[in-house]
């Protein structure tokens, strides 16, 4: 089966994501994105499939995975019972620290460790044991705390790379190459900066360099979804952080999110969660 690209998103204020997932199980889809990633897992247990390699997971499992590198973590059953899945993630892209950071020397090591993590690293609980405090203190650090801390991370993978398990086979060779993850990027930064404006399939396809009927044939083998249901998807997003975070008019967001009537916005927005956008933000309000 072959991978979906995944669209990491984060502010113009942040040059990496730290999130914590709580989930009732992991099920994400075999999916690859341009960006490294690393997962330490809290709570849960199943299969974990990274290029070539299938194992298994529990809490503690922590992994460094390089760009475009196809992976899925699968929560399954323990004692009759489902566990929760709990993680801390973080996703960076080569340039987060800076252009031309990494080649300075006293950064070799760090730049050796992200290069390495194309075949995917697995960890040794020791070296687990230490990175999970950083975590959980990244995920509250701000400014120049959040660089230093991050830094940390990078040092203490660094100091437990000699013990951590190579995972995919070095002759592995994934079906989604840097071309594709650099085309869909491009097509993702253009489809945010003009979302609020009419969309067309010549648009974006021109922006991707391909024929319409190519793109389209493109964008759903990539992507998993039409071109209209992309669109629709991002459009519901960024719909959703107006309600939260925000004060204007469910019409005023249906509008300011490229939606050409409100009766569309409130159909398209339904059916994506299953409840009105009052009704989300009704839900999700921020005292």
């Known amino acids: 089966m072959r991978a979906r690209l995944e669209d990491v998103q984060w502010g113009p204020d942040e040059s990496f994501l730290v999130r914590r997932y709580d989930l009732p199980r992991f099920e994400v889809p075999w999916h690859f994105h341009p960006e490294i990633e690393l997962t330490c897992i809290v709570e849960g247990e199943g299969d974990r499939c990274v290029g070539d390699h299938l194992g298994a997971f529990t809490a503690g499992d922590l992994v460094l995975l390089g760009p475009n590198l196809p992976h899925y973590w699968r929560s399954v059953e323990a004692g009759g019972r489902a566990q929760r899945a709990q993680a801390l993630v973080i996703h960076m892209r080569s ?10 020397p006293e950064c070799r090591d760090w730049k050796r460790l992200l290069e390495t993590s194309s075949q995917g690293l697995c960890f040794d609980s020791a070296t687990s044991h230490l990175v999970r405090p950083l975590l959980d203190s990244l995920l509250s650090a701000s400014g120049a705390h959040r660089l230093l801390a991050l830094l940390e991370v990078l040092q203490a993978l660094v100091a437990g790379e000699g013990d951590a398990v190579r995972l995919a086979g070095v002759g592995y060779l994934p079906g989604n ?7 869909m990027r491009k097509v993702y930064d253009h489809l945010y900066a003009h979302l609020e404006e009419p969309l067309s399939l010549p648009e974006i396809a021109h922006v991707a360099g391909m024929s319409d009927a190519a793109f ?72």
Request: hydrophobic share 35%; charged share 25%; glycine share 4%.
């Open 216 to 287: 389209s044939r493109y964008c759903k083998k990539v992507t998993g979804r039409t071109l209209t249901c992309l669109i629709n998807e991002l459009r519901v997003a960024r719909a959703c952080k107006e309600l939260v975070e925000t004060a204007q008019s469910v019409s005023e967001i249906a509008f300011l999110t490229g939606f050409q009537s409100l009766s569309n916005f409130n159909r398209v927005f339904a059916d994506a969660k299953r409840m009105s956008p009052s009704q989300y933000r009704s839900r999700h309000h921020r005292n």
């Open 95 to 104: 340039h987060s620290l800076g252009q031309g950071f990494l080649d300075l």
């Open 177 to 183: 190459d840097s071309l594709a993850a650099d085309r």
